[in-house]
């Protein structure tokens, strides 16, 4: 059978879907249309943070549904005042624009960067220096951003004004920066090319590097951010302040939301009129965002993830150490990279089939993203479904 008959001829073939038909989720639980249930250690791509359905955030959802979906951002938005609040007293940042989606959230990074240089500081700078193996979405915009040629197949020409540098390398970061250069965009972790976390001293210099020549440092956390890696944001694992931090996935366990949280030295490059996003942050996105983010700081769950990760790392190195098919295990809190030495996706496969869902990061790395609710029983099902799949390759 064709792909396309057996998985809906109707959609675009952009994604190689797995044959696996998911309908109802609970916490870290799956069930498939046929009821087989799955241990889930993907969490929607590290979007549901909360685990399947969060009871507390379903209710306000619920509720705001029955009351009022949308207004525009014409009008004034209470919970989306409330949830910028509560996301700027939480982080280094002064301000939030909302939208509904990573690549959106990075997108509006990019014309805030370069607006306020050309407005604000009048000095014309437009360009952004991002990284080699980089993820920044899909727009024409952030997959130039993206340091991956993959992305770029068959969508030239690229706007202008992006230079590449190597990860973890300060002198190409050095070498890249122009008289030109609006900002540096950064992945602490960069998730989706195979989970590789930045060295500590690389942050920081960067993070020194930027002050000292006026670029501004975008940290892009639509991965890392909302608890995942141990920490509300990862920035703070590397003590620096980024001008701009990007936000979606985790952001409001499930429903469509981002980002784009900045210092108040930039208010003025937006002024009324210059960015808008008709859906951003409006009344049900807002209610859901609140009650992800209140839900993640008053059970301390950047704190649960940080010490489930320390867990996760040390079992998954405990029974991997003698595997000859792992190069490496790595993360930052529950974001954790297994290396294989060939290609992960029948490992994978074979995964699914025994009932844990996981997804690849690049071509030879197992990603390990389960709620931050995950259980040290989970953990240990989960590396022992791993070992054993690697084991009997
Ligand atoms: C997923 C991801 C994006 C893109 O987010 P979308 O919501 O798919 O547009 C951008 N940056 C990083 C680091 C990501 O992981």
Request: hydrophobic share 40%; glycine share 10%.
């Amino acid at each position: 059978m064709k792909l396309e008959e057996e998985y809906g001829s109707s959609l675009f073939p952009t994604y190689a879907k797995y044959p696996i038909a998911l309908v109802r989720g609970e916490g870290s639980r799956l069930w498939d249309e046929d009821g087989k249930e799955y241990l889930d250690f993907m969490s929607g791509l590290a979007v549901c943070n909360l685990g399947h359905a969060p009871g507390n955030v379903a209710a306000r959802v619920a509720e705001q549904l029955g009351r009022l979906w949308h207004v525009s951002n014409l009008f004034r938005i209470p919970d989306q005042e409330k949830l910028a609040k509560l996301l700027t007293d939480h982080s280094c940042t002064d301000l939030v624009f909302f939208c509904n989606s990573g690549a959106e959230a990075n997108e509006a990074a990019i014309k805030c960067a370069r607006r306020y240089h050309q407005r604000v500081l009048g000095n014309g700078r437009f360009e952004i220096v991002t990284f080699e193996k980089s993820f920044h979405g899909r727009t024409i915009a952030t997959l130039t951003a993206t340091g991956q040629d993959k992305v770029k197949d068959g969508f030239y020409p690229l706007p202008e004004g992006f230079a590449y540098a190597k990860y973890n390398d300060l002198d190409d970061v050095e070498e890249k920066m122009t008289d030109r250069t609006a900002a540096v965009m950064l992945e602490l972790v960069q998730g989706e090319s195979g989970v590789r976390p930045a060295d500590r001293e690389f942050a920081v210099r960067l993070a020194e590097l930027c002050e000292r020549r006026g670029v501004l440092l975008i940290v892009d956390e639509v991965q890392t951010g909302m608890g995942r890696t141990g920490k509300l944001f990862a920035y703070e694992h590397y003590g620096i302040e980024p001008d701009i931090v990007t936000l979606a996935k985790g952001l409001a366990g499930g429903f469509p939301i981002g980002a784009m949280m900045g210092k108040s030295k930039l208010r003025d490059a937006f002024s009324a009129g210059s960015h808008a996003s008709t859906f951003g942050g409006a009344p049900l996105a807002a209610a859901a965002g609140l009650a992800t983010v209140e839900t993640l700081l008053g059970e301390r769950l950047p704190e649960r993830a940080e010490r489930m990760g320390a867990y996760a790392l040390r079992e998954l190195r405990k029974r991997l150490a003698a595997c000859p098919a792992v190069r490496d295990v790595r993360g930052l809190g529950l974001l954790i990279g297994i290396e294989c030495a060939g290609p992960a996706a029948p490992v994978i496969g074979k995964l699914h089939d025994r009932g844990l869902l996981v997804v690849p990061a690049g071509q030879d790395v197992i990603r390990f993203m389960p709620s931050l609710y995950v259980t040290e029983e989970e953990i240990d099902r989960a590396v022992g479904l791993v070992a054993g799949a690697l084991s009997d390759g």
